[in-house]
């Protein structure tokens, strides 16, 4: 592979410009364990292990950490009500999913375990449009924190704590952003499952060195453009005027982004990034088992892969 190839580059955000270790994922079973003590009296400390959060993003469909968030309390519900294990269960689901997400895991727990879910859909009423239900609220309250919550929804949390979000990680720096600008012409942009909001609190002045306007912040759009519908991409590349893209990801959910859109005419080659974060070993195999042409530790490896050092 040729790095002249391409003439753009695209970053996913988390897990590639930031390390959401101790943010999102903390989040997650945080969330995962207030919601289920609060409709169901169940008590679980850390519902969701670093090996199943893993093993979630590897199907595809899970992209957005608030849909992992509803699979678990799915299934720690429907684990209660069968009287399973709720490990063993969700490794059933996981084993059983594929990129369609959430409607997979439903779809499975009702009809192929048999298990009666509509009172817990019902009940958790996600996702909702308007982000207030239940799951949804409790994530970005937890996520935000009071401060940065009330600003971007107008509403008061029921948390005083701090924000997850302020245990970001950022990765990426100024210095790598201005070279990778003079190798791609200012070709540089973002297409990302968080929104403007939230990306911007934490990369704070470097995401202007970013081609904003080009950019997709995916939690701000239509749950129809969710990776890996390569639409948001392909939007970017546009925008671009981009012929040749190499997209930065760090999950499934991002290979099947790049390789749906090249199969719509729009040219992406995937570079899979899987040193941060916990089991980087394991992320770089599930990229190995893929076949992934371009798998690097980390972003800050850009320059020498691509001949600029």
């Given at each position: 592979?040729?790095?002249?190839?391409?003439?753009?580059?695209?970053?996913?955000?988390?897990?590639?410009?930031?390390?959401?270790?101790?943010?999102?994922?903390?989040?997650?079973?945080?969330?995962?364990?207030?919601?289920?003590?609060?409709?169901?009296?169940?008590?679980?400390?850390?519902?969701?292990?670093?090996?199943?959060?893993?093993?979630?993003?590897?199907?595809?469909?899970?992209?957005?950490?608030?849909?992992?968030?509803?699979?678990?309390?799915?299934?720690?519900?429907?684990?209660?009500?069968?009287?399973?294990?709720?490990?063993?269960?969700?490794?059933?689901?996981?084993?059983?999913?594929?990129?369609?997400?959430?409607?997979?895991?439903?779809?499975?727990?009702?009809?192929?375990?048999?298990?009666?879910?509509?009172?817990?859909?019902?009940?958790?009423?996600?996702?909702?449009?308007?982000?207030?239900?239940?799951?949804?609220?409790?994530?970005?309250?937890?996520?935000?924190?009071?401060?940065?919550?009330?600003?971007?929804?107008?509403?008061?949390?029921?948390?005083?704590?701090?924000?997850f979000i302020e245990n970001d990680q950022v990765i990426v720096n100024?210095?790598?952003?201005?070279?990778?600008?003079?190798?791609?012409?200012?070709?540089?942009?973002?297409?990302?499952?968080?929104?403007?909001?939230?990306?911007?609190?934490?990369?704070?002045?470097?995401?202007?060195?970013?081609?904003?306007?080009n950019s997709v912040f995916l939690e701000d759009e239509s749950r129809?453009?969710?990776?890996?519908?390569?639409?948001?991409?392909?939007?970017?590349?546009?925008?671009?005027?981009?012929?040749?893209?190499?997209?930065?990801?760090?999950?499934?959910?991002?290979?099947?982004?790049?390789?749906?859109?090249?199969?719509?005419?729009?040219?992406?080659?995937?570079?899979?990034?899987?040193?941060?974060?916990?089991?980087?070993?394991?992320?770089?195999?599930?990229?190995?088992?893929?076949?992934?042409?371009?798998?690097?530790?980390?972003?800050?490896?850009?320059?020498?892969?691509?001949?600029?050092?």
């Open positions: 592979m040729k790095s002249n190839e391409f003439d753009s580059i695209i970053f996913d955000c988390d897990g590639v410009l930031i390390d959401v270790t101790k943010s999102y994922d903390t989040t997650i079973n945080r969330t995962i364990s207030y919601v289920l003590k609060e409709i169901a009296g169940i008590t679980v400390d850390t519902p969701l292990t670093n090996e199943l959060l893993l093993k979630f993003k590897s199907t595809g469909g899970f992209n957005d950490e608030i849909d992992i968030t509803y699979a678990g309390v799915l299934c720690f519900i429907t684990a209660k009500k069968l009287n399973k294990d709720p490990t063993e269960l969700i490794l059933d689901v996981i084993n059983n999913a594929d990129d369609s997400g959430i409607t997979c895991i439903e779809n499975f727990l009702s009809d192929e375990i048999g298990t009666d879910i509509s009172d817990v859909k019902a009940r958790l009423a996600y996702p909702s449009t308007d982000k207030n239900d239940l799951i949804h609220s409790t994530f970005d309250q937890l996520f935000f924190g009071p401060e940065l919550y009330n600003k971007i929804f107008q509403r008061e949390s029921k948390f005083s704590e701090k924000g100024s210095e790598l952003i201005e070279v990778l600008k003079k190798k791609f012409n200012d070709k540089i942009a973002i297409v990302t499952g968080r929104g403007f909001n939230a990306i911007s609190s934490s990369l704070k002045e470097i995401l202007n060195q970013f081609d904003v306007g129809d453009l969710a990776k890996p519908n390569p639409q948001s991409l392909i939007r970017a590349m546009k925008g671009l005027n981009s012929k040749n893209c190499l997209y930065v990801g760090d999950s499934m959910e991002d290979m099947f982004l790049a390789q749906k859109a090249s199969e719509l005419g729009f040219q992406a080659t995937f570079c899979g990034i899987y040193g941060s974060g916990k089991l980087p070993e394991a992320r770089k195999k599930m990229f190995i088992d893929q076949d992934v042409s371009m798998i690097l530790e980390s972003i800050n490896f850009l320059p020498k892969i691509l001949n600029l050092v």
